[in-house]
């Protein structure tokens, strides 16, 4: 059995490491969004009152925080430490199954997403 599970667990690890983009899908009242996702297995930021996992996202244009459920999360990355403004949604999705995180919309892009709208944390694979 050992040897069974030495072959097998690895494996299992290895897909999951290997997922590079997923697809997320971020409800907002009546406004749904979608984005392709990248996923960073080093993206360990959480929101400090619930341990909820934190999903950056390019902001887009069409989104206002007027009713939103608002909280506060402090991060420090390579360039310093910021507080970020983030939001509840009222659905996430990623890949299609439903998910409990904040989404921290980026205003002034000042995370590297490359050719990516959004970064996700491993967690939510």
Known sequence: IALGLSFIVPKLINNKLNVHNAALKIKLGDII??????????CMVKEPITNS???F?????NISDNNARICYIPVNT???KKVFKAIRPDELYCNNVLKKAVVI???????GY?????IIP???I
């Open 33 to 42: 969004l979608d984005f392709n996702a990248f996923v960073d297995s080093g």
């Open 53 to 55: 996992d934190v999903v």
């Open 57 to 61: 996202v390019r902001s887009p244009q």
């Open 78 to 80: 390579v360039a310093g």
């Open 105 to 111: 919309f980026d205003d002034d892009d000042s995370i």
């Open 114 to 118: 490359g050719e990516y709208d959004a």
């Open 122 to 124: 491993i967690s939510l």
